[in-house]
């Protein structure tokens, strides 16, 4: 059903003799075919079959495309080793770290800045508290030892 209550007609094409493969409006595909999003959330994957059929519909910008995948064919997701685990965790760890002062900070070194808010000379905004407004003026409360 479209958003006017009206079935859109304008897209479907079952055999595919009008858009090169089988193709529906949205909502309306067939039982047994899945994006790659809703396999994800079933926990499988495409797993390199071919698009089985696609979904088109009016949206922002044109016309819009999802490409639907055959459920039984589908493979289930793979999970990272211990090993790959313990490199991303290394990896995401050496973003933090700042190149000037060599600590380990809480938060993704700014590439803008190349090194850390403190050596950067900028006080954190996520240091600063609740905002009140008080006689039409703002007030910030910031944390204890942070300068506003």
């Known amino acids: 059903m479209s958003r006017g209550g009206r079935t859109s007609v304008r897209f479907f094409d079952p055999t595919g003799a009008r858009f090169t493969r089988p193709t529906y409006p949205w909502q309306m595909a067939p039982e047994g ?9 079933q926990g499988l994957r495409p797993g390199g079959q071919d698009i089985a059929a696609q979904i088109l519909w009016r949206g922002i910008g044109g016309v819009r ?3 639907l995948y ?6 289930p997701k793979r999970t ?5 685990r313990v490199a991303l965790a290394g990896a995401l760890e050496a973003r933090q770290v700042c190149p000037v002062c ?8 700014p590439r803008a800045y190349g090194q850390c808010l ?7 905004r ?4 609740r905002v009140r407004t008080r006689a039409g003026q703002v007030v910030h409360q910031v944390a204890e030892g942070v300068a506003a």
């Open 102 to 109: 060599h600590v380990l900070r809480g938060y993704v070194i």
């Open 65 to 67: 495309t999802a490409y």
């Open 118 to 124: 403190t050596c950067a000379g900028e006080v954190p």
């Open 126 to 129: 996520a240091r600063v508290g």
């Open 33 to 41: 075919l899945a994006t790659a999003r809703q396999l994800r959330a």
């Open 80 to 84: 990272a080793t211990p090993a790959q």
């Open 70 to 75: 055959r459920v039984e064919l589908a493979r």
